[in-house]
């Protein structure tokens, strides 16, 4: 089911540091996953996918790490900058269930220090 | 590629009245058009999944007599907040399915404000 928090976790990190934020999914019949970042005001916007089919897959700066043994998902992002600051969340689907609806993770919030 | 708009992008309204909210996906078909809230701080809770040229179908919890939802095209779908209240007062975003894959863009969202 949906994950909504009103704490979300906070991540901070210096200015060309590397970034993993972390996500756990519960529905073990999700065969697909987004990373999207929402700034301030804004819609998510999508970053990178992978299908359970992976393990693995980069993107420019970007890396998402799949584990469906521990139904776990991260992104990495390489040297981080201030332009990256923004909620990161973790969405999952079940494309086998009507529509593709995504369930959604509760976000995480990485602040960037210059 | 892959744009999605929302108009209007923020709006204050009076209780009782109506909004309505336009979502366009720019340069594809999206035959599955997705709504979403968003409280300040929170992730997104999905309120209702819009197909082309049918019913939508609403999340537990979700009036759909005050959400009223339509897709008439492949390229449009709306959202109008009927008699709107200050409680209603969120962040709507949408989200567009492109009909040839499952990942869903996102529109920029539209802040609603009801006094």
């Known amino acids: 089911g949906e994950s909504v928090g009103l704490h979300l976790p906070t991540l ?8 993993i934020i972390n996500c756990a999914y519960s529905n073990s019949a999700s065969d697909y996953f987004i990373w999207y970042k929402q700034e301030s005001g804004k819609g998510p916007q ?25 139904k776990h998902l991260s992104l ?8 990256d600051s923004a909620v990161y969340f973790c969405a999952e689907i079940s494309t086998g269930t009507s529509y593709g609806k995504l369930t959604f993770g509760q976000g995480t919030i990485l602040t960037v220090h210059p | 590629g892959a744009v999605v708009s929302q108009h209007p992008s923020r709006v204050i ?9 336009e979502c366009r996906s720019l340069d594809f078909q999206a035959t599955t058009m997705f709504w979403y809230r968003q409280f ?6 999905l309120m209702a999944t819009s197909n082309e040229g049918s ?31 200050p409680e209603d007062s969120s962040f709507y975003i949408c989200s567009a399915r492109d009909y040839r894959g499952d990942t869903q863009y996102f529109g920029p969202g539209t802040r609603l404000t009801v006094l």
Do not use: W
Not at chain 1, 48 to 70: C, E, F, H, W, Y
Not at chain 1, 76 to 83: F, N, R
Not at chain 2, 13 to 21: A, P, Y
Not at chain 2, 40 to 45: D, G, R
């Open chain 1, 12 to 19: 901070s990190v210096q200015e060309g540091d590397n970034s």
């Open chain 1, 46 to 70: 999508f970053i990178i996918d992978i299908r359970s089919n992976m393990d693995k897959r980069q993107g420019q700066r970007v890396t998402v790490l799949l584990n469906k043994t521990v």
């Open chain 1, 76 to 83: 990495q992002i390489a040297a981080t900058q201030p332009g």
């Open chain 2, 13 to 21: 309204c009076k209780s009782g009245t109506s909004v309505k909210i």
């Open chain 2, 40 to 45: 300040p701080k929170q992730s997104l809770m």
């Open chain 2, 55 to 85: 019913k939508a179908t609403y999340e537990q919890g979700v009036e759909k007599d005050k959400f009223l939802i339509n897709h008439a095209s492949l390229t449009l779908s709306t959202l109008t907040v009927t008699s709107a209240h």
